[in-house]
C-alpha cells in the first residue's frame, strides 16, 4: 500500500483560478516533504521542501502547507496560468538519509484551461 | 545546457534484448541517482550513487539491472534480457549533497518500450 496519498487524481481549472492540491502520508518517522512538478515527458522540478518544523513554504504562486500531526499537506496555486498544467507530486521522506525510503505519491494531474 | 542530461531519451526494444543507458549529473553534484516511472504513477527509487560508490538499491532492481559511476561523473543502467514490464521512464536525478536537506535536479528521463 502507498504510503503517499494524493487527491483528487486529476482536476481541471480555468486560466486565473486557485486550486489546492492534498497529500496524505503514513510515513514515519519524518523527515521532510517536498513538492514537485512534473511536466509531461519531463522530469520533476523541485518546488519546495519542508521539514517537520515547518508550516508553510511559499515559492512563486505555490505555497506548501504542512501538519506533521495529521500527517497532511496541501499545495495551493494561486492565480493559475496555462503554464501550471502539469503532474504535481508529493515526496515524503523518512527520518534517516536512506533514498530507499523516500516514499513517492502518484501525482495529482492539473490542466488548466484558457 | 548545464542541467542533468540523459541519452538516449526514447528507446524501442524487443523483449529479451539488452539495453543501456546513460545519465550525465550537473558537474561536481557527487550524488547521482536513478528513478523508474510508469505512467501515471510517481517515481520508484531504483539506486543511488556517492561519488563512484553504489550506496543503496531498491529491492526493485532485480538481478537483471545494474547500474555504475565508474569514474564519479556519468552513470549507466543496465537492463539485461528486457521484458514487457521494463517500459517505462527511467529519470537520472543529481545532487551536491553536504550533508542535510538537498534538491534533486532531474533529467528529461529515459521512455523504454519492450516489445
Known amino acids: 500500500k502507498n504510503q503517499v496519498e494524493q487527491s483528487p487524481q486529476s482536476l481541471i481549472i480555468l486560466e486565473g483560478k486557485n486550486c489546492t492540491l492534498q497529500?496524505?502520508?503514513?510515513?514515519?518517522?519524518?523527515?521532510?516533504l517536498r513538492w514537485y512538478k512534473q511536466d509531461t515527458g519531463r522530469g520533476p522540478v523541485s518546488l519546495t521542501i519542508m521539514t517537520f518544523s515547518e508550516n508553510t513554504k511559499s515559492n512563486g504562486r505555490y505555497t506548501a502547507t504542512l501538519d506533521a500531526d495529521t500527517k497532511q499537506s496541501s499545495l495551493h496555486i494561486t492565480a493559475s496560468q496555462l503554464s501550471d498544467s502539469a503532474s504535481y507530486i508529493c515526496?515524503?521522506?523518512?527520518?534517516?538519509?536512506?533514498?530507499?525510503?523516500?516514499?513517492f505519491g502518484a501525482g495529482t494531474q492539473v490542466v488548466v484551461t484558457p | 545546457d548545464t542541467g542533468v542530461s540523459q541519452n538516449p531519451r526514447h528507446k524501442i526494444t524487443k523483449r529479451g534484448q539488452n539495453v543501456t543507458f546513460r545519465c550525465d549529473p550537473i558537474?561536481?553534484?557527487?550524488?547521482l541517482y536513478w528513478y523508474r516511472q510508469t505512467l501515471g504513477q510517481g517515481p520508484e527509487f531504483l539506486t543511488y550513487f556517492q561519488n563512484e560508490a553504489q550506496l543503496e538499491k531498491s529491492r526493485l532492481l532485480s538481478d537483471r539491472f545494474s547500474a555504475e559511476r565508474p569514474k564519479g561523473s556519468f552513470s549507466t543502467l543496465e537492463i539485461q534480457r528486457t521484458e514487457q514490464g521494463d517500459s517505462a521512464m527511467y529519470l537520472c536525478?543529481?545532487?551536491?549533497?553536504?550533508?542535510?536537506?538537498?534538491?534533486?535536479?532531474f533529467g528529461p528521463g529515459t521512455r523504454l518500450l519492450v516489445l
Open positions: 558537474s561536481e553534484h557527487n550524488r
Open positions: 515526496v515524503v521522506s523518512a527520518g534517516d538519509d536512506s533514498w530507499g525510503k523516500l516514499q
Open positions: 497529500c496524505n502520508y503514513t510515513v514515519s518517522p519524518f523527515s521532510n
Open positions: 536525478a543529481s545532487s551536491p549533497w553536504t550533508g542535510g536537506l538537498e534538491t534533486q535536479y
